[in-house]
């Protein structure tokens, strides 16, 4: 009997083990993390513990994990913006997640809001390093913006570049279908789809594989060109040649304008 009570723990364990490991790995495929994964992993990065220091995707960690109700996200996000580390210093915003934060549960010290007392309110919004906001308006494009964070080191691209890359193709709607026949996140027509080995378009971690894929191939086409880059994203290499430059159409420019505008605010 204790022999078979043994081996009825030893499988219990087993099962166990079994069970968690399908679950991280669902969380994995379907690219769903619980806020408290997500508060961690974004101080992993903004502390360094493990990982170079990235502000930058701390702050897109905390921001999707805030977007869950996850009281400490929002308690560090305070801290982050008081503090000024990454981002720009503002005691508004930092009051405003503070707020939020207690609301969530998670009171800041009271000398520390008596500080802020005098401080306008405003709404608790994430603003990037680089001005401009973030936009995380719910879960899905919070969940979009992580994949985009993982996936783009694999290409060299820098997610923050793709980030506006998704919002000016389709709006981060995975479903989207232009006039031109161009699918999902990325707005990637059939044959450029076929040429990156994406099957299904409209499955969003495929889609932005291949749409990387080739941003990373128009980048090395045009030497590290982001205008030249981004103009033959748009309207395709062979147009950028032909012209030799961002070629002279309204919708390309006004493209690569406002890729730039969000990307690089401080050249525009």
Same mark, same amino acid.
């Given at each position: 009997m204790a022999l078979f009570g043994k081996k009825l723990i030893m499988a219990w364990r087993h099962g166990l083990m079994a069970l968690c490991c399908m679950v991280l790995l669902g969380a994995q495929q379907t690219g769903?993390?619980?806020?408290?994964?997500? /508060?961690?992993?974004?101080?992993?990065?903004?502390?360094?513990?493990? $990982?170079?220091?990235? /502000?930058? #995707?701390?702050?897109?960690?905390?921001?999707?994990?805030?977007?869950q109700r996850d009281a400490k996200a929002a308690f560090e996000l305070g801290w982050l913006y008081l503090q000024g580390r990454g981002v720009q210093r503002d005691e508004s915003l930092a009051l405003a997640w503070f707020g939020r934060a207690t609301a969530l549960g998670e009171s800041p010290p009271p000398r520390l809001m008596d500080s802020l007392s005098s401080v306008e309110p405003v709404k608790p919004i994430?603003?990037?390093?680089?001005? /401009?906001t973030l936009e995380f308006i719910d879960r899905r494009r919070a969940d979009l913006a992580i994949a985009i964070?993982?996936?783009?080191?694999?290409?060299?691209?820098?997610?923050?570049? $793709?980030?506006?890359?998704?919002?000016?193709?389709?709006?981060?709607?995975p479903r989207a279908r232009s006039d031109k026949g161009a699918l999902g996140l990325m707005q990637l027509i059939p044959a450029t789809a076929r040429r990156f080995g994406v099957q299904d378009p409209f499955e969003p971690r495929q889609n932005l594989h291949g749409g990387m894929a080739y941003?990373?191939?128009? #980048?090395?086409?045009?030497?590290?060109?982001? #205008?030249? /880059?981004?103009?033959? @994203?748009?309207?395709?290499?062979?147009?950028?040649?032909? @012209?030799?430059? $961002?070629?002279?159409y309204p919708e390309t420019r006004e493209y690569v304008r406002r890729i730039l505008s969000r990307y690089l605010p401080a050249s525009t």
């Amino acid at each position: 009997m204790a022999l078979f009570g043994k081996k009825l723990i030893m499988a219990w364990r087993h099962g166990l083990m079994a069970l968690c490991c399908m679950v991280l790995l669902g969380a994995q495929q379907t690219g769903r993390a619980d806020s408290h994964q997500l /508060t961690e992993e974004g101080l992993r990065f903004l502390h360094g513990e493990g $990982v170079s220091v990235d /502000t930058e #995707r701390a702050l897109v960690y905390l921001c999707a994990a805030a977007q869950q109700r996850d009281a400490k996200a929002a308690f560090e996000l305070g801290w982050l913006y008081l503090q000024g580390r990454g981002v720009q210093r503002d005691e508004s915003l930092a009051l405003a997640w503070f707020g939020r934060a207690t609301a969530l549960g998670e009171s800041p010290p009271p000398r520390l809001m008596d500080s802020l007392s005098s401080v306008e309110p405003v709404k608790p919004i994430c603003v990037s390093g680089r001005g /401009t906001t973030l936009e995380f308006i719910d879960r899905r494009r919070a969940d979009l913006a992580i994949a985009i964070y993982e996936i783009a080191p694999e290409y060299d691209l820098d997610p923050a570049l $793709v980030l506006e890359v998704v919002r000016a193709e389709s709006n981060f709607d995975p479903r989207a279908r232009s006039d031109k026949g161009a699918l999902g996140l990325m707005q990637l027509i059939p044959a450029t789809a076929r040429r990156f080995g994406v099957q299904d378009p409209f499955e969003p971690r495929q889609n932005l594989h291949g749409g990387m894929a080739y941003l990373r191939w128009l #980048r090395e086409r045009f030497r590290g060109n982001l #205008r030249l /880059t981004l103009a033959g @994203y748009n309207a395709g290499e062979g147009v950028v040649e032909r @012209y030799g430059g $961002v070629p002279p159409y309204p919708e390309t420019r006004e493209y690569v304008r406002r890729i730039l505008s969000r990307y690089l605010p401080a050249s525009t």
